[in-house]
């Protein structure tokens, strides 16, 4: 081990044990760095079945799956026992469908049905984390009516989830909401919960900045990371959304910067991949080997 090394994993060493980390089921160890290796079900294109999924992502040599809500529970931890594979986190399936921000209350009362079923999936795997879009702003919709309805209702599920001790992390989308790093502080700030954190999507960001300067203002608050690419020059010239159209580690996210950032904020958890590609095999273990790339850099 050079000097470099050991000098910046006494330092990282130090800082976990001051700001009291947790430890995480299947951690994947790297130099430097204690960060697990995840993918989200929707990046999972091989295998028909929950089994055939959770056995691809373990020949990949991902660490863990972050899967879906309202999935079959038997069939997804008989998968994670089989493979010894851990659940790290579940995104909510049905917030795009019935968004906190709806102007009828009865839709979001189907959103918070919604996303109470979110948060105990997460408790029958041993998952920390839930992944919660918390509405959009649109023409209907304005800004102010988006930030009250949806905190309006998260309150409602914070006791559900001290009980569960499940975190409800809000991503970052584009969902016209929560444009500034300061801004989406301050959104997780008012709840007064140490359940209610932040989940970090760094490809998401580019369009509006750089992710290194989110995570660095975010800080402890971000409670898992979604790895994404974005190239800015595909987005100027192909369209906003052509900018996803670039392999990880070949779009214009400043990984290293990345890393670093998570650095200094002390975040000891998972990097979960949220990125086209994984459609074969051989597309997962490239996504991996990407994503040890990342971690190493």
């Known amino acids: 081990m050079n000097r470099r090394t050991f000098t910046r994993t006494t330092l990282l ?41 959770f056995r691809a992502a373990k020949a990949a040599g991902f660490d863990g799956v972050e899967v879906y809500s309202h999935l079959n529970r ?4 008989k998968a994670a026992k ?16 019935y968004p906190l921000s709806h102007p009828d209350p009865a839709v979001r009362a189907q959103g918070i049905d919604a996303l109470k079923t979110t948060i105990e999936d997460a408790a029958a795997y041993g998952a920390k984390t839930i992944l919660l879009v918390p509405g959009r702003v649109s023409k209907e919709v304005s800004y102010d009516d988006c930030w009250n309805r949806s905190v309006e209702e998260i309150k409602k599920v914070i006791p559900l989830a001290e009980k569960l001790k499940v975190e409800i992390a809000i991503e970052n989308v584009w969902n016209n909401f929560l444009l500034s790093p300061m801004e989406a502080a301050r959104y997780v700030d008012q709840f007064n919960s140490k359940q209610v954190k932040f989940y970090f999507d760094c ?17 402890t608050r971000i409670s898992k990371v979604h790895i994404k690419e974005y190239s800015t020059k595909l987005a100027d010239t192909q369209g906003k959304r052509a900018g996803f159209n670039v392999k990880l580690t070949e779009g214009d996210v400043d990984w290293p910067a990345v890393m670093k950032a998570l650095d200094q904020i002390g975040y000891n958890g998972w990097t979960t991949i949220e990125q086209p590609g994984g459609e074969t095999p051989e597309g997962l273990k490239d996504l991996c080997l990407r994503l040890r790339k990342i971690i190493e850099s």
């Open 82 to 97: 089989e493979t010894g594979l851990a659940i790290p986190s579940v995104c909510g399936s049905l917030h795009g469908k």
């Open 74 to 77: 038997e069939e997804i931890l």
């Open 203 to 219: 490809g998401n960001i580019l369009f509006l900045g750089w992710p290194e300067q989110w995570i660095k203002i975010l800080g």
């Open 13 to 53: 060493g130090a800082t976990a044990i001051l700001s009291g980390f947790e430890g995480f089921s299947h951690p994947t160890l790297v130099p430097d760095r204690n960060l697990s290796r995840g993918i989200m079900w929707g990046s999972l294109g091989v295998g028909e079945t929950i089994a055939d999924k």
